[in-house]
């Protein structure tokens, strides 16, 4: 079936870096725009980061640019988030959703939790 | 920066009233790339409305979306005990791509 899994998130030091990673199934990932959102604890959705199906086109919240790096292997059917430079504001759960033009972000991941502290 | 500003912050009702649910865009969202989430706690969102009005696959027909430009409206006709979560609005056609604060729809 149609399944976003992301993987990588944990206990990080604040200047520290981690990578997620989003493993697609059940559909042409090469076909989708996909984005990584997040959510701290109590917190409402925060997007961080666009990549169109290529990878030719990106954006990045101003609160991560800089620090955080997207990028997908279309060929492995994944997405990746390199995150540097770790602050505590960056603590919260972050998610891979998938989207195809007009349609919206239809499928989701389940998350994984990025806890950034000392 | 497209800020997306929801109204009313919570909504307390009762099962089988209807919701109206407010999403106010700061400036006019890109060909109606505006989008409705539902969240319930410990689960990941779930698309309900996208293009403005159009309801994505599997959602019941008591969610509607309506709005152009800056306005954009999410009603469900008649709370059933499981649409009881909380409401976000995003807009996806340019970035940032901006979630509003969200609405929680609380039972009465």
């Known amino acids: 079936q149609v399944q976003l899994v992301e993987s990588g998130g944990g206990l990080v030091k604040p200047g520290g870096s981690l990578r997620l990673s989003c493993a697609a199934s059940g559909f042409t990932f090469s076909d989708y725009y996909m984005s990584w959102i997040r959510q701290a604890p109590g917190k409402g959705l925060e997007w961080v980061s666009y990549i169109s199906s290529s990878g030719s086109t990106i954006y990045y919240a101003d609160s991560v640019k800089g620090r955080f790096t997207i990028s997908r292997d279309n060929a492995k059917n994944s997405l990746y988030l390199q995150m540097n430079s770790l602050r505590a504001e960056d603590t919260a759960v972050y998610y891979c959703?998938?989207?195809?033009?007009?349609?919206?972000?239809?499928?989701w991941g389940q998350g994984t939790m990025v806890t950034v502290s000392s | 920066e497209i800020v997306l500003t929801q109204s009313p912050g919570t909504l307390s009702l009762s099962p089988g009233e209807r919701a109206t649910l407010s999403c106010r865009a700061s400036?006019?969202?890109?060909?109606?790339?505006l989008a409705w989430y539902q969240q319930k706690p410990g689960q990941a969102p779930r698309l309900l409305i996208y293009?403005?009005?159009s309801r994505a696959t599997g959602i019941p027909d008591r969610f509607s979306g309506s709005g152009s430009g800056t306005d954009f409206t999410l009603t469900i006709s008649r709370l059933e005990p499981e649409d009881f979560a909380v409401y976000y609005c995003q807009q996806y056609g340019s970035s940032p791509m901006t979630f509003g604060q969200g609405t929680k729809v609380e039972i009465k």
């Open positions: 400036q006019s969202v890109s060909s109606s790339y």
């Open positions: 959703a998938r989207g195809k033009g007009l349609y919206g972000f239809d499928i």
């Open positions: 293009g403005a009005s």
